[in-house]
Structure formats: C-alpha cells, structure tokens
C-alpha cells in the first residue's frame, strides 16, 4: 500500500514515520509492532530507524534531484503478521 507522497530537498535529512495503529487494531487483542525494516531506492538513503508498538520510524537522506523515491518499510508483527507499506517521496530544491 502507498501511504502519501512527500517531498524532499537532496540536501536535507529528514524523519519519516508510518502509524500502523489501525492495522494493528484488526488483531485481537491489539498486534504490535516486534521488526521493522525500511529500504529505499533512487540514491534515497536510510540513516536509521526506530519503532514503538505502533509506529515505525526512520531517519533519512540523499536522494536524486528530480527522481521519485520508494521508501518502503516492512514490519512483522509479535501475532507473526507481516505489512508493507511505501512512501513515494519526490525529490526537488526547495
């Protein structure tokens, strides 16, 4: 699933956060997140990541002036349950 589209300018590092709570919440009791893992691509870099029980987090930087980039994250669940879901972050100058 694609979340939302943000923007980027190549020379600024930035937080990036997905909130799973209400995917999560379809589990009963409420799942929670035990890994999670992000990727991207087009020169889009992950410095670091983070999560809680409901939402994952990363740090990231780069990225090809121009270029569209897929940041990706992927969590497994402590229920075993596995979701991705993508930001596609465009990158311009601001």
Known sequence: ???FTDTKDP???RAESIDWTSELALSSPADTISISTWTADNGLIVDSNSKTNQ???CVVSGGRLGAYCNLTNHIV???TYEYDSTIVVEI???
Do not use: L, V
């Open 92 to 94: 311009k100058s601001s």
């Open 55 to 57: 939402i994952a987090s």
């Open 77 to 79: 669940c402590a229920s």
């Open 11 to 13: 020379d600024s590092i």
């Open 1 to 3: 699933m694609t979340d």
